[in-house]
Structure formats: C-alpha cells, structure tokens
C-alpha cells in the first residue's frame, strides 16, 4: 500500500513558476513509477508527466516547460512547473503504479494522492 500526499500548488502570473512536491509512503518507493496528472474544470484528467526507474515522460503540452525528478532516499517526487500559462490552472494529482512499464493513462496507476490546486491568472 502507497499514500501519496501532494504539496506545492497555489496562485502564480502567467510565466511563472512552481515545484510540486509528492510525499509517498512505503518501503518499496523505488519500485514504482510515478506520475503526475491534471484535471481541469469541465475537462478529464489527463497525463502531465512521468518516470520510472531510469527515464522521464513528458505530455506534448509541458514537453520544454515542465521537469519531473525523483528522490528515492526521501519517498519525493517532483514537478517542477516553469513557464506556467493559464491553461496549466488544474488540480494536479500525484499516482503511483508498480514497475517500471512507464504509461499516459490513468486506469494503469494503483495509488493516488488528494490533488493539489494550480491557478495560473494572465
């Protein structure tokens, strides 16, 4: 069992910056592939970005914008957000699948976190 607890949103300009932080729980954190996604009002949620053991993936639309980085020795998954535009404004949600097989979809990731909010005004 994995609990994921998101952090790191909030209110930022068109331009600007955040680093999202997930916290995971568990002994077998290195184990698993991580991902973040994003659901807009009106909108399904979708696939932001990714990584396994050795390799990151990236949606077309934050590809050169966004980076996601990893720490197994603290249980931390990161996205940092640059460039930010209105468009990006969602609540974003940390997940978690076992193994490396890297995927874009939700239905393929076992453990989520609660979301945390992103407002990007312009």
């Known amino acids: 069992q994995v609990q994921l607890v998101e952090s790191g949103g909030g209110l930022v300009q068109a331009g600007g910056s955040l680093r999202l932080a997930c916290a995971a729980s568990?002994?077998?954190?290195?184990?698993?592939?991580m991902g973040w996604f994003r659901q807009a009002p009106g909108k399904e949620r979708e696939f932001v970005a990714g990584?396994?053991?050795?390799?990151?993936f990236y949606a077309d639309s934050v590809k050169g914008r966004f980076t996601i980085s990893r720490d197994n020795a603290k249980n931390r998954v990161y996205l940092q957000m640059n460039g930010l535009e209105p468009e990006d404004t969602a609540v974003y949600y940390c997940?978690?699948?076992?193994?490396?097989?890297?995927?874009?979809?939700?239905?393929?990731?076992?453990?989520w976190g609660q979301g945390t909010q992103v407002t990007v005004s312009s």
């Open positions: 568990g002994r077998t954190f290195r184990t698993y592939t």
């Open positions: 990584v396994n053991w050795s390799s990151t």
């Open positions: 997940a978690a699948r076992d193994g490396s097989m890297w995927s874009t979809s939700e239905h393929e990731y076992d453990y």
